[in-house]
């Protein structure tokens, strides 16, 4: 069966969902990213403290509760990529046994269709997962390397390399969130895609909510008004 077969199965609707979810998750992602300074979502608003962090940490002495800190971002990127990859191994077995799975397609939607059609639907799952563990694992990498620049930091704020080298593990840090965000945003959208088996109709409505809840974690939360209370005198 060539690709042009294997697309005549699904109707005009279903590869609209399909492109509306890829641009969904693509846009809301660089919006988060590029939110502007009047309007900041709660990413870049959490960029600003952790150069405030590493502006803090050169004069901590001892530096435990940073070290103790790092660590804890460093165990959280790593329950997410070993949860991200057990996933990817339960939607691999899926496919690779096509028969429970179209039986179980078939009878949530009631419909008949050859197994390629569950596949492909589940192949959408995988690519998010595939993306999401490697952001993951990229986040642990960049908060490794933090770690290694925040124990070259002076503790004299006098000293020349100080502040340069707090700018450098700020720099990393952020970059190292910012991979974890997006790891986790991919989840989000992996937990979506699954709504493809109920239909196109389902897809497209579970890819508005999945925005909707993003957009409301991000720019109109309670966490985000607490980040953004002015009676902190931290300038974000």
């Not at 199965?9 to 693509?26: E, G, K, N, R």
């Not at 009631?110 to 959408?124: D, G």
């Amino acid at each position: 069966m060539t690709w042009m077969d294997r697309l005549s199965l699904f109707t005009p609707l279903d590869l609209a969902a399909v492109v509306s979810i890829y641009l969904a998750w693509f846009l809301i992602g660089w919006r988060i990213e590029n939110s502007p300074k009047s309007a900041p979502s709660v990413s870049m608003l959490m960029a600003e403290y952790r150069r405030e962090w590493m502006r803090q940490m050169v004069t901590r002495n001892p530096r435990i509760f940073d070290a103790q800190t790092l660590s804890t971002l460093r165990q959280s990127t790593s329950f997410f990529a070993s949860a991200t990859l057990i996933a990817l191994g339960g939607a691999t077995a899926a496919i690779a046994n096509s028969e429970q799975l179209m039986g179980l397609g078939n009878q949530i939607t009631l419909e008949s269709h050859p197994a390629i059609v569950w596949e492909i639907k589940l192949l959408i799952t995988i690519t998010f997962l595939m993306n999401a563990f490697l952001k993951f694992v990229w986040s642990n990498r960049l908060f490794g390397y933090c770690a290694v620049i925040m124990a070259a930091v002076p503790n004299d704020i006098t000293d020349p390399n100080a502040e340069p080298r707090a700018a450098k593990a700020a720099k990393l840090n952020i970059s190292a969130a910012l991979s974890f965000n997006r790891g986790l945003r991919s989840i989000y959208f992996a937990l979506c895609s699954g709504a493809w088996f109920l239909g196109p109709e389902a897809l497209i409505a579970a890819t508005v909510i999945t925005c909707a809840v993003l957009w409301r974690r991000e720019f109109n939360s309670k966490s985000r008004a607490a980040l953004m209370d002015d009676t902190d005198r931290t300038p974000v």
